[in-house]
């Protein structure tokens, strides 16, 4: 049980997979700081940010109780600048340099044919001599 226990984790996707989590917490760290402190900003100075924090739905007269909706489309324009930044500064970039890559790469070979299709393609191409037109 402990030899099954000692394989499993030391495969080789358990560990792969326990350094992405590692380099993702990181990597969202990064994109987090981009936004708050670069995009957010400048949105900010183009035309002011909209904060929606203090939105409530069936709130009562002093503004307290009900449904914060305010916090959650906070959230949702979070998330749209975070998921525009990740795609434009990100995945495009990555896009573009895998292409360019796969140009330097040449094309694969055409693999080679064994001996009973060679013999058949034989057969076939006498075959094909024989018949009259």
Known sequence: MIKGFRDFLLR?????LAVAVIIGAA???IVNS????IITPIL?????LPDFSNWRLLADANGAGGIALGNFFNAVI???ITALVVYFLIVVPANRALAVMKRDEPPPAAPELTMDQKLLTEIRDALA?????
Do not use: H
């Open 129 to 133: 001599r024989q018949q009259p037109r």
């Open 44 to 48: 900010g100075l183009a035309g002011g």
């Open 34 to 37: 981009m936004v708050a402190d």
């Open 27 to 29: 990597f969202t760290a």
């Open 78 to 80: 979070s998330f749209v």
């Open 12 to 16: 080789g996707n358990v560990i792969e």
